[in-house]
């Protein structure tokens, strides 16, 4: 019964093999809410009156949040050599000098803020240019964490030196990411279930890595249709390792490992 009460809410797909993981994650919030069975715990989220805010609970327990800085750093090489200063020529040409970058599935915001230290990189010398990048997940425990900008310093790992130094201010538990990285960076919930999204601009790029492996296959098609009418012409969509478009030729052309243009 949660197996289908979560899928309808959030897409995700938990198969028999999580049973155990959410089993475990879920009984720390039946002993918040001295609640003694499952069973009532369900009946709490689908007849209390409370059970709404409840969900949101939930949810935060059952999302997978793994990521680090530059993870799958070839799509960040991709972004700094190719993809970014495509988008300088053609908007110097045409006086458009503006980007949009979403980061779908944020997580704890490693994901946005590397995104904005190779946006502030390429775009340091080039004058004129709004760059601003969107990061959205489900779960608002990590979208506080990510909004913080704050990570201890063994996450830092990744980071190259010469980042670290420009982009992050040191205190006593880690580092902070600077406010040049924040002013790019804006964070929101949202739910890929909704019937449709509230952004009014299309992207230019949208990075969605390590989401769909979550999802059926109906569930998958639908978000990356979403996706589609989310991008401009031509725009490119960042998937995760594992992860494929080539079922929806119809819509994404292949450009190299994970990254998809919008047809």
Not at 42 to 60: D, R
Not at 206 to 223: A, G, H, S, W
Not at 247 to 256: G, H
Request: aromatic letters at 12%; a positive charge.
């Amino acid at each position: 019964m949660f197996k289908e009460l979560i899928h309808r809410i959030s897409g995700i797909y938990l198969s028999e093999q999580k049973k155990k993981l959410v089993v475990a994650r879920l009984s720390r919030r039946l002993r918040a809410l001295n609640l003694d069975t499952f069973t009532q715990y369900y009946h709490y989220l689908t007849e209390n009156p409370a059970g709404a805010s409840e969900i949101e609970n939930l949810i935060n327990r059952v999302t997978t949040n793994k990521t680090d800085f530059f993870r799958e750093v070839h799509h960040f090489d991709f972004l700094k050599d190719e993809v970014l200063p495509a988008i300088i020529s053609k908007g110097e040409a045409t006086g458009n000098r503006r980007v949009r970058v979403w980061s779908a599935g944020c997580s704890t915001g490693e994901e946005p803020y590397s995104i904005a230290i190779i946006c502030a990189e390429v775009f340091k010398n080039h004058r004129g240019w709004d760059v601003k990048i969107l990061a959205t997940d489900l779960d608002t425990e990590v979208l506080q964490r990510a909004s913080h900008g704050h990570y201890p310093t063994q996450s830092l790992i990744p980071v190259p030196g010469e980042y670290l130094a420009k982009y992050f201010v040191r205190g006593m538990d880690g580092y902070t990411v600077s406010d040049t990285l924040k002013y790019m960076v804006t964070f929101r919930k949202l739910n890929f279930m909704n019937p449709s999204f509230p952004m009014k601009n299309p992207f230019d790029i949208i990075f969605c890595r390590n989401v769909i492996i979550y999802f059926d296959q109906p569930t998958k098609i639908e978000l990356m249709n979403k996706f589609h009418a989310h991008l401009k012409p031509q725009g490119l969509i960042f998937i995760g390792h594992s992860e494929s478009l080539m079922s929806m030729k119809e819509k994404f052309k292949y450009i190299k490992h994970t990254v998809y243009q919008k047809v």
